[in-house]
């Protein structure tokens, strides 16, 4: 089976643990390893520090292999301090890059349209999706941001095991949330998924380096569930997501 790792990261992190696979180097072993075809990264400096400096870093740092597909992190134009829509669209188009990646949260913006309008509107219309992470979307938030912009298709990453009470009702009122399979691990969480939501709605992902590519792969091998549901998540839908990419 192939997969496509729709969301990791690169680089050094600030405290990193004791046998933690940060390096480029390490990271390309584990793919090969758990047979991930490609990985769609973002860069550590631009989710923990600078965003543009870090989306820099990034594009020299997967020139190390053709696998690695960028993933830039994004935020508001305010203060100049990334770029306007129409830069952001030829930047993209230039370096190849179909997935961004947000955190209000962790770069201390807020998520409402009247400071996301423009990168919003932006990724509605060139349909790109958005990926964030659980903890910058916490319950009521997530459905704020989903509902706020109800044409971007959202992939929310590095959830966790307690979460489908808060996570279900969103997936009702928003059609426009996907969910990432790195950490969602609820006792049969994917086998509930598809059942209640279908696979469509699954992205896999690894979280590396601090989640395990195995584990990752291993719980999409090892569900209850079809093997055409399988496929469909392991690659499938987001090789959907990226064919609607428009840049």
Known sequence: MRFIDASCRLGMPAAPGEGMPWKTEEILELMDRCHIEQAFAYHIVARDGEVEDGNGLLMEEIKKDSRLQPQWCAMPATFREFL??????????????????????????????????????????????????????????????????????FVVTNTAYALNRFLGPVLDACPNLY???????????????????????????????????????????????SKEEKEKIACGNMERLLSEVRL
């Open 84 to 153: 306007h829509a129409d830069a952001l669209g030829d930047a993209m188009k230039k370096n190849g890059v179909k997935t961004l990646r947000i955190a209000p949260k962790g770069f201390a913006h807020s998520a409402m349209p009247y400071a996301m309008k423009e990168l919003m509107d932006f990724a509605a219309q060139s349909r790109v999706p958005v990926f964030f992470d659980y903890g910058e979307a916490v319950g009521d938030a997530l459905y704020d941001l989903c509902s706020a912009y109800p044409d971007v298709k």
């Open 179 to 225: 969910v990432g399979t790195g950490n969602y691990v609820p006792h049969q969480g994917l086998e509930t998924f598809c059942r209640y939501y279908s696979a469509d709605r699954l992205i896999f992902n690894t979280n590396l380096p601090f989640g395990s590519a195995t584990a990752a792969v291993s719980l999409v091998c090892l569900a209850n569930i």
